[in-house]
């Protein structure tokens, strides 16, 4: 099949969660299920999406680049999908081509049968095993880090299967949240610091694990629990058993961008609204940064619950400023140089009449090349804003994310090259002010961040990175296995 580009490019300058996973067990329609839990989770992963159900008898797969709507609602490809049990994944990857061998769940035809992978985030010492593993034989067939633990389970030697996998999930590092399906069972896994997230949910009697709860709900399925950071969960005919093949050794870091970000507002994450946690920020920021102004504006769609909370707290009218359009943006691929001059005007347009002569409190909810936000305070200021404050719902981002997130280089990262008051200047604004990451903290409901025992990954803001970085420091290529597209 002809890959396509698909990188959206008016939409760049942001974080972008890699990928999100779904899994099911024990129901008649788990195909289609499935492509709906794979619908609410497609803000993970918009390039690439892939089901592998299981029938009895025979594994069926369908993986294709583009959303999951260009495929999965299809009813020929559902009808295909046959049997009680599925897994599936919606992908990012960075520009260029995502080959269709790329594209997860991975399926391999083991010793002791068929062997259906979907994985979220990034395995940091990947290069170094892939080494190893081809030098002793194995071959692989895609780029992916997800591979390697394919080859580490076919290679393990004696032992179940689950043995074979909690003996490759020893030997690789870095944030994993899988999803597995074999002929007997579906399978979930949480690195041991649980630094993605995965949940278990029911419906009618039958099992689903999915990345966040926004695809329990999407098919009427009741929450159960978080899966525990180093959980391996098992589910088969006998129901649910949870391992905890890593003790309770390792401190939890999950990645505290999923709040202000990464999941959709609908989202309950390990407990904590996703939606009320933004508004938090957004109260906490107008308590840390008061800019002297009429309105609070939101940057849509992100920006939105941060600036409800600022608005609240600051006793400012909220206000839609700016006007988002939905429908542009994905139907580009590959535009012109005419349309792409136009950048960001093609996604969001001023609400002029209710900002000329008016002094804006913008709210976003991060800067990360700064290149977006450049030219949205140009649009409000052309539209007749009197002043433009830009207040942000996270701290800089000045580290780059290895644990599977896409972001930009190092020295990409405006706030990694310039400090506030350079960043205001460059991005035009009147002032400019981030929440604290202590703020951020409060906003968590914690007293604020304990230095010598982080609550969660925050690497992007601080730099503290919570799990070695061994590829990098053996000094591979700095570029996430993950999201490597294969070049002609
Ligand atoms: S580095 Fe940032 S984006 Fe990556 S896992 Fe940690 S908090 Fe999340």
Do not use: W
């Not at 695809?215 to 949870?242: K, M, N, Q, S, T």
């Not at 969660?456 to 799990?467: E, Q, R, S």
């Amino acid at each position: 099949m002809t890959a396509m580009v698909t990188t959206d490019p008016f939409d760049g300058d942001k974080f972008r969660e890699e990928c999100g996973v779904f899994g099911l067990f024990g129901h008649p329609d788990a195909g289609a299920h499935t492509a709906l839990g794979l619908h609410a989770l497609q803000h993970r992963g918009q390039e690439a999406a892939g089901i592998v159900s299981f029938d009895g008898d025979h594994f069926h797969s369908h993986r294709s680049p583009g959303l999951v709507g260009d495929h999965f609602d299809n009813e020929d490809v559902i009808k295909r999908l046959t049997g009680t049990a599925a897994i599936g994944h919606v992908r990012y990857s960075t520009t260029g081509e995502t080959l269709l061998r790329n594209i997860q769940p991975l399926f391999a035809d083991l010793a002791g049968g068929g062997l259906a992978i979907a994985h979220n985030g990034n395995l940091t010492n990947a290069m170094g095993l892939r080494r190893d593993l081809e030098a002793n034989g194995s071959i692989f067939q895609s780029t992916t880090d997800t591979e390697v633990i394919v080859h580490l389970i076919a290679t393990g030697g004696r032992g179940t299967l689950i043995d074979r996998l909690i003996d490759a999930l020893f030997q690789v590092r870095g944030a994993y949240a899988l999803v597995l399906l074999t002929d007997q069972a579906l399978i979930g896994a949480r690195d041991p610091h649980g630094v993605r997230p995965l949940v278990l949910g029911q419906i009618d009697g039958a099992h689903i694990l999915a990345s966040e709860s926004c695809a329990l709900d999407i098919i009427g399925a009741d929450f159960v629990r978080d899966i525990e950071p180093g959980e391996v969960v098992v589910i088969d005919r006998d129901g649910v058993r949870g391992l905890k093949p890593f003790g309770a050794a390792a401190p939890k870091r999950f990645c505290i961008f999923e709040y202000i970000y990464f999941s959709r507002p609908d989202s309950v994450v390990e407990g904590i609204s996703v939606y009320e946690t933004r508004k938090r920020v957004g109260a906490e920021l107008a308590r840390e940064h008061a800019a002297p102004a009429d309105l609070v504006v939101p940057v849509p769609d992100s920006g939105v619950p941060a600036a409800i909370g600022y608005a609240e707290q600051a006793k400012l009218p909220f206000e839609l400023g700016i006007i988002r359009n939905h429908y542009v943006g994905r139907t580009f691929i590959e535009p012109s140089d005419s349309i792409r001059h136009l950048g960001v005007k093609l996604k969001h347009n001023a609400n002029r009449a209710t900002i000329v002569g008016r002094r804006v409190v913008l709210v976003d909810d991060s800067i990360v090349r700064g290149t977006t936000s450049t030219k949205i305070v140009e649009m409000v200021r052309q539209a007749g804003a009197a002043e433009v404050h830009m207040r942000v719902a996270s701290p800089p981002t000045s580290y780059s994310c290895f644990y599977g997130v896409d972001t930009p280089k190092r020295e990409a990262l405006l706030a990694s090259q310039m400090d506030v008051n350079e960043m205001a200047a460059h991005i035009g604004v009147d002032s400019l002010a981030f929440i604290s990451v202590d703020g951020m903290y409060r906003a968590m409901g914690e007293p604020g961040r304990d230095d010598a025992r982080p609550q969660y990954c925050d690497a992007c803001f601080t730099g503290d990175y919570p799990i070695e970085l061994t590829d990098q420091n053996d000094g591979d290529d700095p570029a996430q296995l993950s999201l490597l597209a294969e070049i002609h």
